[in-house]
């Protein structure tokens, strides 16, 4: 299809090619920030969308219009001519041709699943692949072990295209460097070549002999600090766009993505007294679930109360595992209009299994209602559990029901 279109993904300058089961979409926004405090225009492929599709295709910083995203989608279809094709395939073929149109300085491409058999997997010669952590998920597509799973995002190597390696598991780290050696790739690999460690103010990078001090991320969240250090390391790598130290610090500080560890301030947490805070994140497997335990066991100030739903596809039990003991209530509703959602009473049945005080509720308004009405004193609500209930409660914050339903 793309060659039926011209191959328009060959001329789509500087692609870092991003692929890994945590963290790609937040170092993509990081390095995104970087690149733009540099001066540089950036084109983005991510996905999923949280709330429109068009958040799919970022041209010079902003979604792509509607009516650009119609025409090239229109145009994709006729070259394709009927013959059997997935939503995603379509998406990207889409997204490269609007890219080739409307050039950037850098393209920033987010794997959709896995790597090897991933769309976006047709760069013979990016200028950077980054591997972010390899975590379980996505079994039934990518195998049932942590190696396996690694061997499909290894996927995205290429011949003398040098690679940044986050942390990584041992497993997946000897398949990662295995495929590597296998195929001549040089790699800036976390612990072998490039580290970092906590500051008072935010963090300090270690490439070498050189270190650079650099500022909290803007994003919050102690697994943050992972993401915004891999994009620096990616940016340092960037060397023909000489990006600047400063740019590195400033990027980190602005860098912006929603549904990850967000501090909501809309028309949902106007419902709540004084001295509460809502909080809202996307994360949906067991490493997402350990991240978020390791800022809930930080927030050991308030009551921590979660309302949690969670597709029928996925164990609910497992997810809640490292967070149940700093949970002091929960409240389970179903995804709003997901037919893959898992009902309540299950996620319930599921959260009292691990000791935890539940409820059921209808939806999220209701639930965070019934928070605060049960507690006796102020604390963080944190709505959690998928991207799609992520995507609901950001659609609710931009534009609330007249009647206030979830």
């Known amino acids: 299809m793309l060659a039926t279109l011209g191959n328009p993904e060959k001329s789509l300058a500087n692609v870092v090619h991003i692929a890994g089961t945590n963290g790609k979409g937040s170092t993509l926004a990081f390095l995104k920030a970087i690149c733009e405090a540099a001066g540089l225009t950036v084109n983005c492929y991510t996905s999923p969308h949280l709330i429109r599709f068009a958040e799919r295709i970022s041209i010079s910083g902003k979604d792509i219009d ?3 995203l119609l025409g090239v989608l229109e145009e994709c279809e006729t070259a394709n001519a009927g013959k059997p094709i997935t939503l995603f395939e379509i998406t990207t073929v889409a997204a490269f041709l609007a890219f080739s149109r409307q050039p950037a300085d850098v393209t920033l491409i987010e794997t959709g699943l896995g790597g090897r058999f991933d769309s976006t997997n047709i ?20 195998g049932d072990t942590l190696a396996e799973i690694a061997f499909e995002k290894a996927g995205i190597l290429k011949p003398g295209v040098a690679a940044v390696i986050g942390p990584q598991q041992e497993a997946a780290s000897k398949v990662i460097h295995d495929r590597a050696n296998e195929m001549g790739v040089s790699t800036i690999t976390y612990g072998k070549d490039w580290s970092f460690s906590d500051t008072a103010s ?8 050189t270190e650079l001090e650099l500022p909290r991320p803007s994003l919050a969240g102690a ?26 610090r400033d990027g ?58 969670f597709l029928n596809s996925r164990d609910p039990k497992e997810f809640l595992s490292p967070l149940a003991r ?26 009292r299994q691990h000791g935890i005080v539940t409820s059921e509720s209808e939806g999220f308004v209701e639930a965070l209602q019934r928070v605060v009405a049960q507690a006796d004193k102020p604390g963080r609500i944190l709505i959690c559990g998928s991207l799609y209930l992520a995507g609901a409660v950001l659609a609710y914050e931009e534009a609330p029901p007249k009647d206030g339903a979830s």
């Open 202 to 209: 935010g963090f300090l990078l270690k490439r070498g002999e």
């Open 123 to 142: 760069f013979n010669k990016p200028t950077l692949n980054i591997i972010t952590p390899v975590s379980m998920d996505h079994m039934s597509w990518l």
């Open 326 to 351: 700093h949970i002091d209530t929960l409240q389970a509703i179903p995804i709003p209009g997901e037919e893959a959602s898992l009902s309540a009473s299950n996620t319930a049945e599921a959260a």
């Open 66 to 68: 509607e009516e650009t």
């Open 223 to 248: 697994h943050q600090i992972t993401n915004a250090a891999t994009a620096a390391i990616a940016a340092k790598q960037l060397t023909r766009l000489d990006i600047s130290d400063d740019a590195i």
């Open 252 to 309: 980190i500080q602005t860098a912006h993505w929603p549904g990850r560890l967000q501090c909501l301030n809309g028309a949902l947490a106007n419902l709540l007294p004084s001295g509460w805070s809502l909080w809202l994140d996307g994360g949906h497997n067991a490493a997402a679930s350990d991240a978020l335990a390791s800022v809930a066991k930080q927030w050991n100030d308030q009551p921590l109360h979660l309302i949690f739903g």
